[in-house]
């Protein structure tokens, strides 16, 4: 062996890789780098972005007391929400392919943390439905989990990555609903304060927690397998256009875009009233609304995960004619359900029926995301072709 030669230093990983060192197994339960501390990471930096989105509406009532909101002006602030979260998550797709997933995520994460602090400090209905607008950003960073994700898993397991990842991270707009009506709380009972000043202080508590993960992010992180995430030659711009283009004119995207709408989007809107729903329509207090409400957005810790995770099995045995209409069941179902939620007279009736409800919408959008990867048209054309034979 020549001793002048130099052979090339391959990285070691702890769990197995393919060809671009993408992992091939996925262990939730490891923290072992590059691959299961970037899921970590990502989950709970997404994770305390819900927590941040969904601060609000369990303290809805004290809110809307000091500042005189109207009923429309809490309608307006959860479409202004709701809004936010859409435009900023069309926006992360291209700084992800700009900068990578771990700056793109900390990024937005360091930048909004302020936004959520501010709510301290406002005094109109305006100021209280422009900060919704902004605070909506936040849950931009699904799409930095969702790249992230496919940036450290294989094909094979990418599905579950990403379905654990965001159903855990979408865990936060439960918790949050419980411990921000017991930190207001604990302010006015303990601490003595003010309800009115209670209330203020108590944001600051997301908005910490949130610049804490996004500094985790930075710190513990890896874009990529390799290390850190360098973007290419101005092909790569072609090509994302390219691909954009396409997606636009492919009318099954639209449509499972619609689908998506009415599942992840019902449950961004649920996630909004429901604290609010109970309080008034039970007279419950502000804990116990909390309480209750948190249940929905708890569930997502095996929810959408299991949409997933079902949505393979069928397309196994069925094909994709068995994702597709499991997909339609579980949504038709959710469907029945939330129309019958405001038609039940009892408490207990109702949380039954809320539960049931959230455990099924949230796991359509697992569903959804297991026909997520066949919508191109080699997909398609693939399934077609063995279909038909």
Known sequence: ?????????????????????????????????PHMRAFHLAWISLFSCYFSTFSIPPLLPAIRRDLHLTAADVGHAGVASFAGAIFSRLAMGPICDLVGPRAASAAFSILTAPVVLSLSFISTATSFIIIRFLIGFCLANFVASQFWMSSMFSKDVVGVANGVAAGWANVGAGFTQLVMPLIHNFLVNVANLNPSISWRIAFVFPALFQTITAIMVLAFGHDLPDGKYKRKS?????????????????????????????????????????????????????????AVAASFGLANIVSRPTGGMVSDAMGQRFGMKGRLWSLWATQTVAGL?????????????????????????????????????????????????????
């Open 337 to 389: 359900l939330c129309f019958s939620l405001g038609r039940i007279n009892s408490l207990w009736g109702s949380i039954l029926v809320m539960c049931c409800f959230s455990f099924l919408v949230q796991a359509a959008s697992g569903f959804i995301f297991g026909v997520v990867p066949f919508v191109s048209k080699r997909y398609v054309y693939d399934i077609i072709r063995r279909n038909l034979g």
């Open 234 to 290: 101005a092909k790569i711009n072609e090509n994302a256009f390219s691909i954009l283009f396409n997606g636009l004119r492919n009318y099954r995207a639209w449509i499972l875009g619609l689908t998506y709408a009415f599942s992840f989007g019902v449950e961004l809107t649920t996630d909004n009233i429901i604290a609010q729903y109970f309080y008034e329509r039970f007279n419950l207090d502000m804990v116990t609304a909390g």
């Open 1 to 33: 062996m020549d001793p002048h030669s130099k052979t090339r230093h391959e990285p070691s990983f702890s769990l197995p890789v393919d060809s671009d060192h993408k992992a091939t197994v996925f262990r939730p339960f490891s923290i072992s780098p």
